[in-house]
């Protein structure tokens, strides 16, 4: 199962709640950076033994092998170990490298979409027309866009959910299910009804899977910043709760494609 996430403008969050997705991910799972702008993980992330990731060997490096053609299991080769046990695909470090491999990447989403035994959740950080990590978004199950209770955030993420439904309706290939995560105070509870009623009104074809927890020192901890536990904060527990609306939405894109 291929699960993407991305924004539709601005920086909601996507990398945050996607390694934390990845973490609470309740089978064999990778973590992939593939933000085109440059990834955060091997910035940010250390190896078990508290060291720096190697940036070279990830996404690059698996770019790099596709010349040759891929296996499905060819991601295993790429893989780092984050502290805590996470493996993930380290991303770019920047836009320019990002082009450099765009002629890979059809080959690193078919890769990523059918790796046999391991489930993918993959940064795809700005989701929109021209970014060269399309091809991993459309081969995903599904695609959650993270967004912020606002009305500019809310205006942005409808224009590109009506992009996304048009391809959808279009295409001759199998595109992902949508999906919608809202990142708001916890103690907020209205605004996840309003932009579900917003989207049902639009009648775009997305699920709203729920909401993440505004929690700023447990995002620090997942960015590196604080050293501190964070099983029990609120940002886990409430990406723990969009684990089954998300893989339930991939479902039922695979029994689509399926034809069932
Ligand atoms: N759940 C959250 N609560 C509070 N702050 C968050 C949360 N997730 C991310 N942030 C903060 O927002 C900023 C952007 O986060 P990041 O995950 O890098 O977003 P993106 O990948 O969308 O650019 C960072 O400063 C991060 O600490
Ligand atoms: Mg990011």
Redesign the pocket.
Known sequence: MLVAIG?AK????????ARVLAGVWPSDVVLVDA?PAGG?VSLLGRTASRGPLDPERGVLSLAADARRGLANDSLDDHLQQLEGGLDVLCGVTSPEQMTGIAPAVPALASALAHHPTRDVVV?C?RVQAGSPVMPVVAAADVLVL?ARPRLESYAHLRERLRWLAQMRATSTRRMPALGVAL?ADSRDRRSLAELAQLLAHEGLPVTVVGQ?????R???V??G?LDRGVERSL?VRSVRQLVAPVSDLAASQGAVRAGI
């Open positions: 924004s601005g920086s909601p969050g996507v990398s945050t709640t933000d955060d940064d950080g993270l990142l993440v927890a505004e929690d700023q447990a995002a620090d997942v960015g910043r940002l």
